[in-house]
């Protein structure tokens, strides 16, 4: 993290409470929860549908939006560590659809 911004703390809380998707979101061993703090340079930490974000302001507002992203799309689909990594590598443009309309841009992963 960068020493000349001030680090943050967000607490984020994933509606509804699903342990199906939360356990899909977060990987076997929180494998997915350690791949998102890597990219994003932050540090996370959760206890059920709790996330705690700590890191400089805009990683954090960054990987708060991707993870609620993420935990929206877990509800269809199963996030594998490769899907993970592909949604990582195309998080600006993941994250920069604000619209609320998931039909146009939807990412699509073929099997």
């Known amino acids: 993290m960068k020493s000349n911004q001030k680090n943050i703390n967000q607490l984020i809380k994933l509606e509804p409470i699903d342990n199906d998707r939360l356990i899909n ?58 899907q993970l990594h592909l949604y990582l590598n195309n998080s600006n443009e993941f994250l920069s659809d604000t619209t609320g309309d998931d039909s146009k841009d939807k990412i699509s992963l073929k099997k």
């Not at 979101?25 to 549908?49: A, H, M, P, T, Y």
């Open 25 to 82: 979101l977060c990987g076997l061993l929180d494998k997915n929860i350690r791949q998102i703090e890597e990219f994003f340079n932050v540090e996370i930490s959760n206890r059920g549908n709790s996330f705690k974000i700590t890191g400089d302001n805009q990683n954090v507002a960054h990987t708060s939006t991707f993870i609620e992203k993420i935990y929206s799309l877990s509800e269809n689909e199963e996030i594998t560590p490769k």
